[in-house]
């Protein structure tokens, strides 16, 4: 039964014409991949974005497309790659709420691409040895809060972060701009190999799909979004780094910059960030900590594991939002209104008290989630 329904998610991305938004809109009308195929021509013409010319290109695809999602899950079996669609409870959580997501991804490794907290390192390819020093001492001073590290295993900062997460026990992502059977470079193979079993590799781009210059932005948007904040170490003023910022920024995701020696190329686009308020000064694991709230959420962590709920310290609609929250761990705030019977009116002061109290924490796209 799984391998049929991964059957059919992979072949919808195969048919012509059909972008992630459309497959995530014709998922949603009709329930499953499986039924976009099997739903007839009359009922999908109704669904917004569906024209003559994709019904079209649906029934005269279907089979190929069916074909080659075979093809690929043959090929996946024989590269122990893991096909994750945007439906999976393995796709990341972080990632499959953004607009321009993929919609399919490829993944070998064995991390959890949800762990509790994920940070991103970018960085220039010239790394200078102030830039290896600071991302060395960024990753051993997560050590603590044992944070998932993604990278896009480049030269320069990329693997320097990959191997100092490796050297600290911390796992460690690498998004790439080829297919999952391709390292590239070549010559960071050893690292990938070893991120197979701390960590893992990942890319949207099918088997054979070689490294061209216009895959590493696409490659950029998923380092950006499926982090809780992104990195930047060391970086020129025009450079695909600050591409990878200023993505991160649109998703109102946390952007934080490492300062540097003004007279240095590759602090240009540090101090940039910084002095735009496109990113805050990254100077000690503490200003990270302060930023995503770790503080609370480690403090709240202690007072469930010291002692029970106590109801009398939270109002009546507090509680219906924090039960709810317990269930789900994440809610969207129109969701989370009409399953906790709290009105949206007073919703949004119900959950600014529960941030205070550091229970809650705001997250992109109007959605809450639980500190634990």
């Not at 020093?133 to 997560?142: A, G, K, P, S, W």
């Not at 911390?170 to 010559?187: F, S």
Request: glycine share 6%.
């Amino acid at each position: 039964m799984m391998e049929t329904q991964n059957l059919y998610e992979v072949a919808l991305t195969c048919l012509p014409g059909v972008g992630p938004l459309l497959t995530r809109q014709l998922v949603s009308y009709c329930g499953s991949a499986q039924a976009v195929f099997e739903t007839p021509p009359g009922k999908l013409q109704k669904i917004p974005g569906v024209g003559p010319t994709l019904l079209k290109n649906i029934a005269a695809g279907s089979k190929t497309a069916l074909l080659q999602a075979e093809e690929k899950l043959k090929m996946a079996a024989a590269h122990d790659v893991q096909l994750l669609f945007y439906t999976s409870s393995k796709f990341p959580n972080r990632l499959k709420t953004l607009p321009d997501a993929p919609t399919l991804l490829y993944y070998r490794g064995n991390a959890d691409l949800n762990h509790h907290r994920i940070i991103s390192m970018v960085g220039t390819r010239q790394i200078t040895t102030y830039g290896q020093t600071v991302t060395e001492r960024i990753v051993d001073e997560l050590k603590p809060y044992n944070a998932m590290i993604v990278s896009g295993l480049a030269y320069g900062v990329d693997v320097v972060a990959h191997r100092a997460a490796l050297q600290a026990g911390l796992p460690t992502i690498g998004v790439m701009a080829t297919g999952p059977e391709t390292v590239y470079p070549a010559v960071h193979r050893k690292y990938a190999e070893r991120m197979l079993t701390q960590g893992g590799l990942l890319t949207e781009n099918t088997f054979g799909t070689r490294p061209d210059a216009p895959r590493f932005p696409a490659r950029n948007r998923i380092i950006a979004g499926m982090s809780d904040c992104t990195i930047v170490v060391e970086a020129a003023l025009k450079s695909g780094t600050l591409i990878t910022a200023n993505i991160a920024h649109s998703y109102d995701k946390e952007v934080m910059a490492v300062p540097g020696n003004i007279t240095s190329p590759v602090s240009e686009g540090t101090n940039y960030l910084i002095k735009s308020l496109k990113a805050a000064a990254y100077t000690s694991v503490q200003d990270l900590v302060e930023l995503l709230n770790w503080d609370l959420q480690d403090e709240a962590k202690a007072r469930k594991q010291h002692a029970a709920f106590d109801l009398s310290e939270y109002t009546a609609d507090e509680i219906k939002v924090l039960q709810v929250l317990q269930q789900s761990r994440e809610e969207q705030m129109d969701n989370l209104s009409w399953k906790a019977q709290v009105p949206v009116s007073l919703l949004a002061s119900v959950l600014l008290g529960l941030e205070f109290k550091g229970m809650v924490k705001a997250m992109p796209g109007k959605r809450f989630a639980i500190l634990s």
